[in-house]
């Protein structure tokens, strides 16, 4: 599936279409929530022949879905856990990802593990990742994946010269892989569009159409323009990962499903600061640390604490950034200080809330459950095994549709921009020359756009000024903010510098000196006047202020308190009772 036959636009005219077919008839599932398992919910169900409506109060992938580690893995410490099914699933998942699905997206990754104890810890690694290796070799996972390689410690200062060599005496190299995440989820929901599927952001579901105990849709709340209305709905599919509990006691469920949220926060520092040809992976005394290769940059993480306040906007305390500085130096011949630090960024992770009091040890694997007729909710799990979690809670779907589904197909389903990709970067140097951009333009923009590269292409061709570097954020083309507006589903300057290109966490200006900038380019095509255009700049600004104001507070309380001082560009707005 390429641009060129026709990968639906997630835009304003298609959004205003989305909803007018969402309240004019009856679908056979509604999902609530576009993150990686609403995105993979809408698509698994859209392949099997349903017709699905799929709404999102906030941005798509503005939750969990964009503050991730961005990592596709097997989970390494599941083995230690002896979880060998969570492990095959996952790389079985990070096969299909890698080779089929989604190859412009999903990229191998090397990482090196540095060894601190002689003896023993050497052996025991080397099993761990021989078993690793093991089981993706063996149900044919790992194509194209090199296996993990024992090094002596002058081996490893080769490829990873930034180590500090009295903090370890040998390493192992393994490969897993990495992804722009939220970019996943809102190329999956473009192909969820294209295959039929309603999307629309910014709609949110404030209460539940019931006939007696049945559910029967949603009412939603569209918060562009204020609107209320229903969308029927013979199934409605809750995929709203740490909001699960809240959606479960608005509709009277049984307490089916429990969620803790954990908050895991993540830095972003440049490339040149770590001098390494490999990522780094080490333990901590309460997590597994990753130092990850991210284009010019890196990202460290993670942390992994309870988290009870806002769940909507996490803050990272100086306390959280301060432990993964501390923790990252004890390896780092050239220690790392917060002048180093571009972007930070916190997430959540709804994890299935069991007997430990201990986020770090609460479960990662998913559960789907009906708590009352017409409703399935599904949570838990992690972003490698969304397409799993997705077609177990669409099994569910089709046992309350009663009636003939076929299974699942999203196996041999590629994402938007897969198909041609491969052939498209073998001529890249082509394209290059034909668009007149620099080759290294047409490689990042394949890595993002694959083969729905013409899009971008196309809007450079009418407006050439679109082929010039964001002032600011040169790694950026003012083209793709203009795209984020016209194809994919970007409706606020926030949307663009956050989800949409990385620009708010790639920058040590986190995105304000082209704020003015691109506000203007997003103005045409969503009909933006001079004054949304100041309110959009002014919206973002004040979102940097309080995250930079967050980020020198001790506590998560405090951290909390500032981070809520910036308003949102457009309020959720809140149904007595809670708001999904």
């Known amino acids: 599936m390429t641009a060129r036959m026709g990968t639906a636009a997630l835009g304003p005219t298609e959004r205003s279409a989305a909803l007018d077919r969402m309240q004019s008839q009856e679908l056979d599932v509604v999902v609530i929530g576009g993150g990686v398992v609403g995105a993979g919910v809408a698509l698994d169900a859209v392949t099997r022949g349903l017709s699905v409506g799929l709404v999102e109060a906030r941005d798509f992938a503005s939750g969990t879905s964009s503050r991730s580690s961005k990592l596709i893995h097997g989970g390494l410490r599941y083995l230690e856990q002896l ?55 063996s149900f044919g996972f790992s194509r194209g994946m090199p296996g993990h390689r024992h090094l002596s410690r002058r081996r490893a200062l080769r490829i990873a010269p930034a180590l500090k060599r009295s903090a ?13 995440d939220a970019r996943y989820v809102m190329t999956m929901l473009r192909t969820a569009a294209t295959y039929g599927a309603d999307v629309a952001s910014r709609v949110q579901a404030v209460g539940f159409l019931r006939e007696g105990e049945r559910v029967t849709g949603v009412r939603v709340r569209d918060l562009e323009s204020g609107t209320e209305f229903d969308v029927r709905a013979r199934q409605v599919v809750n995929a709203t990962g740490v909001w699960t509990d809240d959606v479960q006691e608005l509709v009277g469920g049984r307490g089916q499903i429990h969620v803790k949220a954990s908050k895991g926060i993540h830095l972003v520092v440049p490339r040149d600061r770590i001098h390494s040809l490999t990522g780094i992976i080490m333990r901590t005394e309460k997590s597994v640390l990753f130092v990850i290769p991210w284009g010019r940059h890196w990202i460290i993480g993670t942390t992994d604490t309870e988290w009870t306040l806002d769940k909507v906007h996490p803050a990272a305390s100086r306390t959280d950034i301060d432990y993964l500085l501390d923790h990252v130096n004890s390896v780092l011949a050239v220690p790392l200080t917060r002048d180093d630090v571009e972007g930070v960024y916190a997430g959540l992770r709804p994890l299935l809330a069991g007997e430990s009091e201990e986020t770090s040890k609460l479960s990662r694997e998913h559960v789907v459950a009906h708590p009352v007729p017409g409703l399935v909710m599904v949570a838990g799990g992690k972003f490698t095994t969304y397409r799993v979690m997705a077609g177990d809670a669409v099994d569910a779907v089709a046992h309350g549709l009663d009636r003939r589904v076929p299974p699942s197909c999203t196996d041999q389903i590629p994402l938007a921009g897969a198909e041609g990709y491969r052939a498209l970067w073998n001529s890249r140097h082509r394209l290059a020359r034909s668009s007149g951009l620099h080759v290294a333009r047409i490689e990042h923009l394949l890595q993002r756009y694959g083969s729905m590269i013409d899009e971008v292409l196309e809007l450079i061709e009418r407006d050439p000024s679109l082929g010039r570097p964001l002032a600011g954020a040169d790694d950026y083309l003012r083209a793709e903010i203009v795209h984020a507006a016209t194809h994919e589903g970007a409706r606020h300057l926030n949307d663009a510098l956050t989800r949409r290109t990385r620009i708010s966490i790639e920058t040590f200006h986190r995105g304000a000196a082209v704020a003015q900038e691109a506000a203007e380019l997003m103005a045409k095509p969503l009909g933006w006047d001079t004054e949304q255009v100041k309110r959009e700049v002014e919206y973002f600004t004040k979102r940097v202020e309080a995250e930079r104001a967050s980020q020198e507070q001790d506590t998560d309380q405090e951290a909390d308190a500032i981070r809520l001082g910036a308003p949102e560009i457009v309020p959720v707005a809140l149904p007595e009772g809670h708001g999904v």
């Open 83 to 137: 979880n060998f099914d969570l492990v095959r699933e996952a790389l079985r998942e990070r096969a299909l990802l890698l080779q089929r699905i989604a190859p412009h997206l999903v990229r191998p990754v090397p990482f090196l593990f540095p060894l601190t104890h002689p003896g023993w810890e050497r052996p025991y690694v080397g099993a761990g990742l021989a078993l690793y290796d093991t089981l993706g070799f």
């Open 168 to 180: 370890f005496t040998g390493a192992v190299q393994y490969w897993d892989a990495g992804v722009d």
